[in-house]
């Protein structure tokens, strides 16, 4: 029952993460809204929290292993476009 769980939300958050990563390169207004941000901040702890849940699975079971890796580079991707999109944000406020 856990896993199937954790593999649905794990399949929605890289999902979730692959929206992210369109409206970041094709619409970026809309993530950067106050709605924008929480749904990229909580997807991102979401996705974090299911990762570790996903440790309490034996590491012979393939199907969860292969999961939790999509879901980790997901994950780290995501993190790695807020990154860069708060660096572009310093650097066009910091221009006259």
Not at 48 to 55: P, T
Request: proline share 1%; charged share 10%; aromatic share 18%.
């Amino acid at each position: 029952m856990l896993k199937s769980t954790l593999i649905i939300m794990s399949i929605l958050l890289v999902t979730i993460h692959f929206a992210i990563l369109y409206f970041w390169m094709f619409d970026w207004q809309k993530l950067a809204t106050k709605t924008g941000f929480i749904s990229w901040f909580a997807s991102i702890l979401l996705a974090i929290f299911v990762y570790f849940a996903f440790q309490t699975f034996s590491r012979c079971d393939k199907a969860a292993v292969v999961i939790r890796n999509i879901l980790l580079y997901s994950t780290l991707l995501t993190i790695f476009l807020a990154c860069i999109a708060f660096i572009i944000e310093a650097i066009t406020k910091a221009m006259p």
